[in-house]
């Protein structure tokens, strides 16, 4: 079965970090770019980075630019979003998801649970 | 840059219902359509503007004419109920619409 696992998400203080994980299974990870996308509470899906296959290329929205940083291991079929400088406003539920497609462009057909991202003193 | 409407609509059962996109330069048909439940993980319904997913109902149908594209549902049933999603997956940002949601009138 495919599936995608996220965590690591929780409450944190403006301007802390977190670490979010998401374990794949059920399909050859190195095949597909992947993507970490968010919905703010009461907002819409805001795409939030995505990593190439061998994650030589990256690519974030600009309100992510220099506070997150995408990663993956393939040996441990794990993709990752670091944040940093956390503000009120990245308070979202935090979705990975598979992209179709060997360039990634032909959408996300996989999704994870959601891990909840809470910013807040 | 995704310019999705309507931002929401109010429809019955049975109905057929339109949502556009417009984006705003020439993407080719690199715009995908996405259902989205409360609580649940976003759902790929169409990709490359026209190909339906496995398993999505025929009564959902994606089309393109220049920089405009469509979802309709013809025939709405009650688990249709949602939020549409556009995006374009042409240029990196992958940006999606504002959303539209989709009520039961």
């Known amino acids: 079965e495919v599936q995608l696992v996220e965590s690591g998400g929780g409450l944190v203080q403006p301007g802390g970090s977190l670490r979010l994980s998401c374990e794949v299974s059920g399909f050859t990870f190195t095949k597909h770019w992947m993507t970490w996308v968010r919905q703010a509470p009461g907002k819409g899906l805001e795409w939030v980075a995505n990593i190439k296959q061998d994650g030589t290329e990256k690519w974030y929205v600009d309100s992510a630019k220099g506070r997150f940083t995408i990663s993956r291991d393939n040996a441990k079929n794990s993709l990752y979003l670091q944040m940093i400088s956390l503000r009120v406003e990245d308070t979202a539920v935090y979705y990975c998801?598979?992209?179709?497609?060997?360039?990634?462009?032909?959408?996300?057909?996989?999704w994870g649970q959601g891990t909840t991202v809470t910013v807040s003193s | 840059q995704m310019t999705q409407s309507p931002s929401s609509l109010s429809a019955s059962v049975g109905d057929r219902v339109t949502i556009t996109c417009r984006a705003s330069q020439s993407i080719s048909t690199y715009v995908n359509w996405y259902q989205h439940k409360p609580g649940k993980a976003p759902r790929l319904l169409i990709n490359a503007a026209s190909t339906l997913q496995s398993g999505v109902p025929s009564r959902f149908r994606g089309s393109r004419s220049g920089t405009d594209f469509t979802l309709t549902i013809s025939s709405l049933q009650p688990e249709d109920f949602a939020t549409y999603y556009c995006q374009q997956s042409y240029n990196n940002p992958y940006t999606f619409g504002q959303g539209t949601k989709l009520e039961i009138k």
């Open positions: 998801a598979r992209d179709l497609g060997e360039s990634g462009d032909f959408g996300m057909d996989v």
